[in-house]
C-alpha cells in the first residue's frame, strides 16, 4: 500500500499534530506524516516534531512582505518532499486563493466548532455567549473562502453549565485529536 504523503503546517502547540503521528504509527493507517511546516520559529510543534524525527521547515511570515511571497516560500520547500496532502493543524495564516487552487482538494484544515456556525477565530466563547447547549469541531478540505469548504467530518460535544472558553476548548480539543486522524484515514481510503 503506498502511503499518502503528508506535509503538516503548523503554527503552536502542534497537538493535532501529534494526534495524526500517533496515528500513522498504526501499520495499515494510509498516510504517513513527512514535513512539519511552520510559520513560527518557536512553535512548540517543532520540538516535537523533530523528536519524533520529522522533517521540519520553518518559513516565516514576517520576513516577507507580501502574502504571495511567503507562500512562494512554502511551496519551494515542499518540492523536495513529495506531498500529496496538506493539513492545516493550528496553522495560522489565511492561505490565498492561488495557494489553495494549485492543491485542489488536497488540503484539510480542523476548526473548533460545528461549521458552518463560528467560522473565525474566538469559536468557544462566542457559542457561550450564544448560549448554545453544544459545539464541536469539524475537519473540512480548504477552498479559497475561509472555513468554507466541503465537511469531512464533525464531532459534536456538549456545552455544559459553567463551562468557560478553556473548558469547552479542552473537551473539543480532546475529540479534535480523534476526529483528524479518522479524517485523513477516509480521504486516503478512498482516493
Ligand atoms: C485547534 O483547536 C484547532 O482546531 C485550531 O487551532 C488549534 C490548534 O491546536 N485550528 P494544536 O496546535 O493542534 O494543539
Not at 503538516?8 to 494526534?19: A, D, E, K, T
Not at 519551494?76 to 495564516?93: C, H, Q, S, V, W
Request: glycine share 6%; net charge negative; with cysteine.
Amino acid at each position: 500500500m503506498k502511503k499518502l504523503r503528508l506535509a503538516v503546517f503548523i503554527s503552536g502547540r502542534g497537538s493535532n499534530m501529534l494526534s495524526i503521528l500517533e496515528a500513522t504509527k498504526e501499520p495499515d493507517f494510509p498516510a504517513e506524516i513527512v514535513v512539519v511546516v511552520s510559520n513560527k520559529v518557536d512553535a512548540a510543534g517543532i520540538q516535537s516534531a523533530k523528536e519524533n524525527g520529522i522533517s521540519t521547515e520553518i518559513v516565516e511570515h514576517k520576513h516577507y512582505k507580501r502574502r504571495e511571497d511567503f507562500e512562494d516560500a512554502i511551496q519551494e520547500r515542499l518540492k523536495k518532499y513529495g506531498i500529496d496532502m496538506i493539513i492545516l493543524a493550528g496553522f495560522m495564516r489565511i492561505l490565498s486563493e492561488s495557494f489553495v487552487t494549485q492543491w485542489p482538494d488536497q488540503i484539510l484544515n480542523i476548526h473548533p466548532s460545528l461549521l458552518p456556525e463560528y467560522k473565525g477565530t474566538n469559536t468557544h466563547q462566542r457559542a457561550i455567549n450564544d448560549g448554545k447547549t453544544e459545539s464541536g469541531c469539524t475537519v473540512h478540505f480548504v477552498t479559497p473562502e475561509l472555513d468554507e469548504g466541503p465537511i469531512i467530518l464533525q464531532k459534536k460535544v456538549p456545552i455544559l453549565k459553567g463551562d468557560t472558553a478553556e473548558t469547552l476548548a479542552h473537551r473539543i480539543l480532546e475529540q479534535e485529536h480523534i476526529a483528524y486522524p479518522e479524517a485523513i484515514k477516509r480521504i486516503a481510503s478512498n482516493l
